[in-house]
């Protein structure tokens, strides 16, 4: 028995109405997996997971799924298989990127709130086994409204290298990358002040509600710790949880240039040893 993962994005301005059935390879789909298929939007923040039994995809080459976008939401019609799940994927809810970017920018721009900052929404889904806790997002993440958006910041090189993954493109495949390997992001904090993106700049924290976290992620079996910081602020308002494994791992931050970036991926690689 195997988990099989399938994505696939949503793009309208490069298909034609007669070409908006989207196919799901199922050929090597065995009757005792799990098929999952993670289903995303080129521009605009929907973005869901579907859970098919491999019994009733086995015995076909694909299913398929059309998009009917009605503007203000968007509904999945499934062909050759009915799903026995479905999960929104915790990506901002209700608000597209392009109003995170903007809020971003004006916190980030606003004299009055230069050292006020305010970490994302975490990124997510039911399927997460694995999180990786940071401490607040640096000024250019916030520019961006990106999770680890510094061109210099080694988190998403590793992601690819730990997973045996290409470097995603674009934002949207990162997400993605995350989501298909069961991996979840956020950070400790969920205010503070901090003048600049040094860790060692925070100052009046204010933690996210990570023990809901926990409760509402059921598999979640390792929490990574990038940077010690990030550990530290951990530990100042929780307790750990017996059942999730805890990994202390160098900081991905571009101010960190003590380590190789081959040697940063061999510790890095323990997320994925203890999530087997």
């Known amino acids: 028995m195997a988990e099989i993962i399938r994505s696939r994005t949503i793009r309208p301005l490069t298909r034609l109405e007669k070409s908006k059935s989207y196919k799901i390879d199922t050929k090597t789909i065995s009757r005792g997996d799990t098929l999952v ?13 579907f859970k098919f039994n491999g019994a009733d995809v086995a015995h076909k080459d694909s299913i398929s799924f059309r998009v009917n976008d ?4 968007i509904d999945i019609s499934w062909s050759g298989a009915i799903p026995t799940g479905t999960t929104n994927i915790y990506i901002k809810t209700g608000s597209s990127e392009k109003a995170n970017k ?3 920018v004006n ?7 230069i050292n006020a900052k305010t970490s994302f929404e975490s990124i997510s889904n039911s399927e997460t086994t694995i999180l990786i806790l940071g401490t607040l997002p640096g000024d250019k993440s916030f520019e961006l409204g990106e999770y680890y958006g510094h061109p210099r910041n080694k988190f998403w090189k590793i992601i690819s290298k730990i997973t045996g993954n290409d470097l995603p493109e674009t934002y ?4 993605l990358l995350l989501l298909n390997s069961k991996i979840g992001v956020w950070d400790v904090a969920h205010k503070a002040k901090r003048k600049g993106s040094l860790d060692i700049a925070i100052e009046d924290e204010e933690p996210n509600d990570l023990i809901d976290f926990i409760e509402r992620h059921k598999k979640l079996k390792v929490i990574g710790f990038n940077g010690l910081k990030s550990e530290v602020l951990f530990d100042k308002y929780f ?9 202390s791992l160098p900081s991905t931050s571009p101010a ?6 081959e040697n940063i991926c061999k510790i890095w690689q323990q997320i994925v040893n203890n999530n087997s």
């Open 37 to 49: 298929v993670n289903i995303g939007h080129e521009t605009k923040s929907f973005c869901k997971t």
């Open 107 to 113: 916190e980030v721009s606003s004299p009055t709130l």
């Open 102 to 104: 903007k809020k971003a």
């Open 239 to 247: 307790s750990r949880n017996d059942k999730i494994t805890y990994v």
């Open 70 to 73: 009605f503007g203000n939401s």
């Open 256 to 261: 960190n240039t003590s380590n190789t970036f």
């Open 172 to 175: 949207f495949d990162k997400k």
